[in-house]
């Protein structure tokens, strides 16, 4: 795989911002919790995908596809939700990492 692929999880207000400079016009997958902002992403160039704290089937494929991951999703107290969910996929999944 030698094209660029983008993978933000949590895609609001910085991931529509890099989305925007993504003057490579590469592919980007983003995340939120809110399928209400699914078609404010789209518009920003941004394929979006739900993400509540587990990984789904969707999620992970394009995990697989990604060659430059943007994590922005803040922790909680306890854990990181993203490396609770997705951190053995990102170790062991992500061949194009």
Request: proline letters at 6%.
């Amino acid at each position: 795989m030698s094209e660029r692929r983008f993978f933000i999880f949590g895609a609001g207000y910085s991931g529509k911002a890099f989305a925007q400079a993504n003057e490579l016009g590469a592919p980007i997958f983003g995340t939120t919790r809110s399928p209400e902002r699914f078609e404010a992403l789209r518009q920003a160039g941004i394929e979006p995908l739900r993400f509540e704290g587990s990984l789904t089937a969707e999620i992970g494929d394009a995990l697989r596809q990604t060659t430059h991951l943007i994590v922005s999703v803040a922790p909680d107290e306890a854990v990181d939700p993203v490396l609770d969910a997705a951190g053995e996929t990102i170790r062991t999944r992500m061949p194009a990492l």
